[in-house]
């Protein structure tokens, strides 16, 4: 099963950090965890991905769970244009590469 | 660089009425394709996804369908439209499996339908 769990939305107030959960319990030793993110009447964009170690990009960091039942998306100052649906998926070890989606969390940021 | 389109971007559609939404990519070669579905204010559902021509796996069953008559081009297709298709479409891609990549995806533009 690849179901993750996500809060349904999150409040952050402009330059401040933002710390996005993602529970995936079910995940097994090869599936590697993403992170998408959509604005409003767009596709999905990739953030970042990891699987075992912490990653960090010029977007976000992502912090992995020593179990890795559980990551977390870092955001280290939101801004305005961070405001979107923030999606934790897991990749399937199969040779499709599917990525399932649940239904993310909603962050807002205030100016 | 690698790209990817969808058509037509929005359309309304009588119940019953036909469906075609069509999806290519350039820049690449043998990708696996994907269609994806998004109700309103709803995450995203996979519908379909392909590792090469003709070969398609469906993973809702539906009054939808999806063919890969060319190594670029994913088609979505339904004969008689229901209300609950409406919705926004969207075709992705990835690189194949074997080759060095991060399983990432990249999606089109989607395709935004309306069933009335």
């Known amino acids: 099963d690849a179901k993750t769990t996500q809060p349904n939305s999150m409040e952050s107030n402009e330059e401040e950090p933002v710390h996005l959960p993602c529970n995936h319990s079910t995940i097994s030793g090869t599936d590697y965890i993403h992170w998408y993110r959509q604005l409003p009447s767009q596709g999905p964009e990739y953030v970042i991905h990891g699987l075992t170690s912490n990653v960090n990009n010029r977007m976000a960091s992502l912090a992995i769970a020593e179990d890795r039942k559980s990551s977390t998306l870092i955001l280290h100052r939101a801004t305005l244009r961070d405001a979107a649906v923030y999606y934790c998926?897991?990749?399937?070890?199969?040779?499709?590469?599917?990525?399932?989606f649940g239904g993310g969390t909603r962050l807002m940021v205030k100016p | 660089s690698q790209t990817i389109h969808q058509w037509p971007a929005t359309l309304v559609q009588p119940v019953g009425s036909p469906l075609s939404l069509e999806c290519t990519v350039e820049g690449t070669s043998n990708p696996n394709l994907y269609w994806y579905r998004q109700a309103a204010g709803r995450g995203l559902q996979l519908l379909f996804y392909?590792?090469?021509?003709?070969?398609i796996s469906s993973e809702v069953p539906q009054n939808l369908s999806a063919s890969r008559p060319q190594d670029r081009q994913f088609i979505l297709s339904s004969k008689k439209l229901l209300l609950s298709d409406s919705g926004f479409y969207l075709c992705?891609?990835?690189?194949?499996?074997?080759?060095?990549?991060?399983?990432?995806?990249?999606f089109g533009e989607g395709s935004r339908l309306t069933v009335l």
């Open positions: 998926t897991k990749r399937g070890n199969n040779a499709g590469n599917m990525l399932t």
């Open positions: 392909s590792v090469g021509i003709g070969q």
């Open positions: 992705a891609w990835s690189p194949p499996w074997g080759q060095e990549n991060t399983g990432e995806l990249f």
